[in-house]
């Protein structure tokens, strides 16, 4: 089955005579995460070509940092040399990584040719703690500092481009992509066509009661893959995502280059798996069960026992992990505060325990909550159904 490598090299219609769909915006949204050389005209407001951009080697120093490097620069090769891709011009780039901040950003614009609009691409997270700890801080802050950065980025786009704006990312990135919509003026959410969000986790309950939240909604067009998890972290149901076939097991199905294309569409399946819809129904419950104090607790917390590793990046926390630097964060947490300790330990045990048994039940007593608990009943039974229907299909080979 194709990926994104095999549509962009079977792409040769140009974006006049077929507009951008979601597989282009996977697509840019991936190239929103290279690594851009200091003095690259793509970090100027004039840009260059993707074909100037990646069509004459270099390729591996701005792809080895990432995840995927080898199929990132496959890519890149094939973006160049395509009739689609090739003319669109990169422009705007702009990074920033601040520890002091918990910050971590990136962003990048491509212009379609021949007026057809402009494409607003943010980075997802990279591969540092910073990164990830950012991404927590959405669970009880209202704005995180990558989150205001992406809204004024958004409104420069606008200002300095005319015509139709798309906007999108992957991962955190997709998040990005909703918020700054969310937050963009009347105007200039007018103009935006589409906000793509590919596996992105959606935004926190602060967010959905903002008066702008139903327009923005309506131009989400949000993919997730069959056994998504960080997609379905905060969506409520004023989204309804499409899911995509992976080739890829269990949470390896967030990498794009495992999300298979059929046409120029991706391969789209009835549904999430019922392991993939309860493992996000009950992480959500767990969520709600904190109130944003408690969440940036346990986060703080967290990212303490991290810290203790010496770790900088997440593959070298994981690789120190399995080289024994966890009884350095159980030390930490041992000469931690008791209180901090207790709330720490309780925390996760509760997470856990969602997670595999599902959480507490609880009597529904007012009138709400006893819509709720039938809605949440005939939500389980359909994600049973759509799974079992989903296996006979594999099956039968449809």
Avoid at 229 to 237: Q, S
Avoid at 290 to 312: C, H, N, P, Q
Avoid at 346 to 353: H, K, M
Avoid at 371 to 383: E, L, R, Y
């Amino acid at each position: 089955m194709a990926n994104i490598i095999d549509y962009v090299r079977e792409s040769t219609d140009s974006f006049t005579d077929r507009a951008l769909n979601r597989v282009d915006s996977l697509v840019f949204s991936w190239l929103a995460y290279i690594r851009y050389p200091e003095d690259s005209p793509v970090r100027t407001s004039q840009g260059q070509t993707l074909y100037e951009t990646f069509g004459f080697g270099g390729l591996t120093g701005m792809t080895a940092p990432l995840h995927d490097p080898r199929e990132t620069e496959e890519l890149c090769k094939a973006v160049a040399a395509s009739p689609r891709f090739k003319d669109v011009v990169a422009c705007l780039h702009y990074e920033k990584s601040s520890k002091v901040e918990e910050q971590q950003f990136g962003a990048i614009l491509f212009q379609l040719p021949d007026g057809c609009g402009t494409y607003v691409a943010y980075r997802g997270t990279d591969n540092t703690l910073i990164g990830w700890k950012e991404d927590f801080n959405m669970a009880f802050a209202t704005a995180v500092p990558a989150q205001s950065t992406a809204a004024a980025y958004l409104l420069l786009a606008a200002e300095q481009h005319e015509g139709p704006l798309y906007v999108g990312g992957h991962s955190k990135g997709g998040n990005l992509a909703v918020y700054a919509v969310l937050k963009a003026d009347d105007f200039t959410r007018l103009r935006v066509e589409k906000c793509f969000s590919h596996d992105g986790p959606g935004l926190n309950e602060a967010c959905m009661l903002d008066p702008a939240w139903p327009s923005t909604a309506a131009l989400v067009d949000k993919t997730i893959p069959e056994e998504s998890i960080i997609g379905l972290i905060f969506e409520g149901r004023e989204i309804t995502p499409v899911i995509v076939r992976s080739t890829n097991p269990g949470l390896l199905q967030h990498a794009p280059f495992s999300w298979e294309i059929e046409g120029r569409d991706f391969d789209i399946q009835r549904a999430v798996s019922y392991d993939s819809y309860k493992t996000g129904k009950r992480l959500n419950a767990w969520l709600k069960t904190m109130d944003e104090a408690g969440r940036e607790r346990f986060v703080t917390i967290l990212y303490k026992l991290a810290e203790s590793t010496g770790e900088v990046t997440f593959s070298g926390l994981t690789d120190s992990v399995k080289n024994g630097s966890l009884s350095l964060m159980l030390q930490k947490l041992d000469n931690m505060d008791d209180a901090d300790r207790k709330f720490f330990m309780d925390a996760l045990s509760d997470l856990v325990a969602t997670i595999l048994l599902g959480p507490a039940p609880k009597k529904a007593e007012t009138a709400a909550e006893k819509v709720a608990a039938a809605g949440d009943k005939i939500d389980d039974a359909t994600a049973r159904f759509n799974d079992r229907l989903a296996e006979i299909e594999r099956l039968a080979g449809l």
